[in-house]
């Protein structure tokens, strides 16, 4: 079956470091990734997605991620967080069907 | 356009009674997803509707849990009865059948079952 993991549920990070979220699928054949972000309070929005092509993809509020294939990994990534980047994160995969599988969030923690 | 809507925001109830979530996708949209999420479980999928069709709804926890879309503005997800273990925020998102696949959320409901 379909499925995503978020290597880390807790990150705490000062501001202006930098960011990497670690993201894997199951999933073998042709498929969709997605971040999604949740701000405190706040409904999921989407950071960015990856269909096809260059498989580094830029998203919203300075927010990267590297699709690598090989690897089954689709890592968020951004050079230097604000504490306004506090929120949950999650990854999100979808492959035929418009069935998306969420993984289990990451909540990342920016001290100001 | 005004986004996903849901109502309510929040909701307590007490265990056995009866719970009705409802939600209004945004117009056009013709995929709608039902997710609850909870901190043990994270987001879950619940079920989804095409056209105001159940698509898929192997998420539905157990037969206490029902979802119906009488018309394309308009799903509800009813809890009979409800348990303190049902107590989560319940999102419902919609999206558009071709294109994106982006899915947008509504701002979720609250519930406590005590």
């Known amino acids: 079956a379909q499925s995503v993991s978020q290597h880390n549920h807790h990150v705490i990070l000062s501001e202006a470091a930098s960011l990497e979220l670690g993201c894997n699928y199951s999933?073998?054949?042709?498929?969709?990734l997605f971040w999604y972000v949740q701000y405190p309070g706040q409904h999921l929005q989407l950071l960015l997605k990856?269909?096809?092509?260059?498989?580094l993809v830029k998203g919203i509020k300075g927010f990267e991620a590297e699709f690598i294939k090989s690897k089954f990994s689709f890592n968020l990534r951004k050079p230097s967080v604000q504490w306004s980047d506090t929120a949950e994160y999650f990854c999100?995969?979808?492959?035929?069907?418009?069935?998306?599988?969420f993984g289990a969030g990451t909540r990342l923690f920016v001290k100001a | 356009d005004a986004g996903v809507i849901q109502s309510p925001r929040h909701e307590v109830t007490e265990m056995g009674q009866e719970v009705t979530l409802r939600c209004k996708p945004i117009?056009?949209?013709?995929?709608l997803f039902w997710y609850r999420q909870t901190m043990m479980r994270g987001l879950e999928l619940l079920i989804y509707?095409?056209?105001?069709?159940?698509?898929?709804d192997s998420g539905m926890p157990e037969d206490r849990f029902s979802a119906k879309m009488p018309n394309a503005s308009f799903s509800t997800l009813k809890i009979q009865p409800s348990e303190p273990r049902d107590s989560a925020v319940y999102f419902c998102?919609?999206?558009f059948g071709t294109g994106s696949y982006e899915q947008y959320f509504g701002p979720g409901t609250r519930l406590t079952v005590t």
């Open positions: 999100a995969s979808r492959s035929g069907g418009f069935k998306t599988i």
């Open positions: 999933y073998g054949g042709t498929v969709n």
């Open positions: 509707f095409n056209n105001n069709v159940p698509i898929d």
């Open positions: 998102a919609s999206s």
């Open positions: 117009s056009g949209h013709d995929y």
């Open positions: 990856y269909f096809s092509g260059d498989p």
